[in-house]
């Protein structure tokens, strides 16, 4: 199994937006090939850091999604949205 975990902090109080987009989403990413499970989760201590964890049959199925789909399956952030400078990561996980 591989792991993609992307970690953002919202600036502007949108942080209930932003996880409601996420529960509302289209859904796109469901039907890649490989893609098993989404989390998203945010630490108790900070509501407005999001984490958003991917589980993938493997690195090659998400890398293939990242690269054919990635940006389609974001069309849908909320408008006005502002990230912390330098809050942004992605790391991957075995």
Do not use: C
């Not at 039907?31 to 630490?43: I, R």
């Not at 054919?68 to 992605?90: N, Y």
Request: no cysteine.
């Amino acid at each position: 199994m591989f792991i993609a975990l992307s970690v953002f902090e919202v600036a502007n109080d949108m942080a209930d937006e932003v996880k409601q987009a996420f529960v509302k989403r289209p859904h796109l990413v469901d039907n890649a090939a490989g893609f098993l499970e989404m989390k998203v989760l945010s630490p108790q201590d900070n509501g407005s850091e999001i984490w958003v964890m991917t589980y993938w049959e493997d690195d090659k199925s998400y890398n293939v999604w990242y690269k054919d789909h990635m940006k389609e399956a974001h069309q849908d952030i909320p408008k006005g949205l502002k990230l912390v400078p330098g809050s942004t990561k992605v790391r991957f996980f075995d």
